[in-house]
């Protein structure tokens, strides 16, 4: 009976013999799960002999086999049902075997009935090698899922940047300014509605244009073609443009981005803030005008009064009626010139101190022709320029303390000094200093207790400009008047 089966199995086995040769693993079983093919693949795989394993039941190597799950499909087979398939992703080692590595191979197992010469049906199982085919499956399923996740991404990408695109078009659309975007070699890129409405065209007529295809300006394109050969960031410029038959000015604003590449010109209507300008300097040419005539007149109307001062002190004997007369004098003289060197300013709203303090000191002096050739003057005054508001208080103030000290400081002397200097302390005050090298004042002297009219007047008028008095007399004497300087005060640049 043993010789009867070893000969069935021999001839099952040489009728197999040809799948020796196929690279797959492929085993055949009887319905007892005997083997009784075991192909050359299948040795290699699983270093199981086809003569230890042919004739005995697969479950003593592989034991799983005989599970139910297996077992009830393998029976349908024996009952010459139709092919089962034990695939990869479920059974991945229906027959372990091991790769050169170590590793298990993955199988994907199809068992078909082959009918057996007494009628009943073999177990024909053929076993491919899919270990590299399921990795590359797996890598390719990592990969879809990568690109699958940066297709989201970019989509999501694209998504949000078509809406920042479209909330910057609209935000450039609401822009009551023409504004364009511009290449490297001056053609349009783009331009927002508020441009294609003005020159009533579709925004796609603009686009790969160069500048200028419209014939309204050339300056516009001359602008950005210089601008664009320039190593500048930005640039503005005012040009003038041809719109529905009307010229207007339109101030341009550009910003290069792109590494310079590219451009962005904003322009912005200025036609009404042109002409309205023009009248403003129309207008202030006129108030200059007039305002220059007004100082001409009030300089004239002083002079007039002082030269009647004068002609009337021509006419007086009485000696101290001449000195008031001559003071009245001085004073007017010393406001007519503020008004005739605001009348020779171009501002005409301020005056330099330097030039009318040494006019005004110069014209006392010469005043007073008795002493003159036996004074020296030091004026050092910083470059300041004065409101009217202040010159006139200084003047007078220096008119009344000069006029003191050529009148009284240098009394049975041959020679005297007078200095005055005007200077900023701190850019929040000014300070006036008047001293002369005289007799000096008389002891016990208070200029607020003093009643010549005068110092009276000096003292009433560093009050008029908030400013404090200081006066002191050793080895002549010495006035310092200090007072904050005014929100129009201006100083002069040091070179003048």
Request: hydrophobic share 40%; net charge negative.
């Amino acid at each position: 009976m043993k010789n009867f089966m070893m000969n069935g199995m021999e001839k099952a086995a040489e009728r197999f013999k040809i799948l020796d040769r196929i690279p797959i693993g492929i085993c055949a079983l009887r319905q007892d799960f005997v083997v009784i093919y075991w192909n050359c693949c299948l040795e290699k795989w699983t270093n199981i002999p086809k003569q230890e394993i042919v004739g005995t039941n697969i479950t003593k190597y592989f034991p799983h086999l005989g599970q139910p799950r297996y077992a009830s499909r393998l029976q349908d087979i024996f009952a010459g049902g139709p092919p089962t398939i034990f695939s990869s992703l479920l059974h991945k080692h229906l027959i372990p075997a091991s790769l050169p590595n170590g590793n298990l191979r993955v199988e994907h197992t199809t068992v078909t009935a082959e009918p057996a010469p007494d009628g009943s049906y073999y177990a024909l199982l053929s076993i491919q090698d899919v270990t590299e085919l399921s990795q590359r499956v797996q890598d390719y399923r990592v990969l879809k899922d990568k690109a699958l996740a940066e297709v989201q991404e970019r989509q999501q990408t694209e998504a949000a940047l078509q809406q920042a695109n479209d909330q910057l078009q609209a935000v450039l659309d609401a822009v009551p300014g023409l504004v364009s975007w511009i290449s490297s070699d001056l053609k349009y890129i783009g331009v927002n509605h508020h441009l294609c409405a003005v020159f009533n065209q579709l925004p796609e007529s603009f686009v790969g244009k160069e500048l200028g295809f419209l014939d309204t300006s050339f300056d516009f394109a001359n602008f950005m073609s210089a601008f664009m050969c320039t190593a500048q960031e930005s640039a503005r410029q005012v040009i003038d443009a041809k719109i529905n038959g009307t010229l207007r000015n339109y101030l341009i604003a550009a910003q290069k981005y792109q590494q310079g590449q590219a451009a962005v010109a904003v322009g912005i209507d200025i036609t009404e803030q042109k002409q309205a300008e023009q009248k403003l300097k129309a207008s202030l040419q006129e108030k200059e005008v007039l305002l220059k005539e007004i100082h001409h007149r009030v300089k004239n109307n002083l002079q007039v009064i002082s030269s009647l001062l004068k002609l009337q002190s021509e006419y007086i004997k009485d000696g101290e009626v001449i000195s008031l007369l001559s003071d009245s004098y001085n004073r007017v003289r010393s406001m007519a010139l503020i008004h005739e060197k605001l009348y020779q300013s171009q501002g005409l709203a301020q005056i330099d101190a330097a030039d009318y303090i040494n006019s005004l000191t110069n014209n006392l002096v010469s005043f007073h022709k008795q002493i003159s050739d036996r004074i020296d003057l030091d004026i050092q005054i910083e470059p300041i320029s004065l409101d009217i508001d202040t010159a006139i208080p200084c003047g007078l103030i220096i008119n009344e303390l000069i006029c003191n000290a050529l009148k009284y400081a240098f009394v049975d002397r041959s020679t005297g000094k007078i200095t005055i200097k005007l200077k900023v302390i701190k850019n929040k005050f000014i300070m006036l200093e008047i001293a002369d090298n005289g007799i000096g004042l008389p002891p016990g002297f208070n200029i607020e207790m003093n009643e010549t009219l005068g110092l009276q007047l000096v003292n009433n008028l560093t009050n008029q400009l908030d400013g404090t008095l200081k006066v002191c007399s050793q080895s002549g004497t010495y006035f310092c008047i200090t007072f904050p300087r005014r929100d129009n005060f201006c100083q002069l640049p040091s070179h003048v």
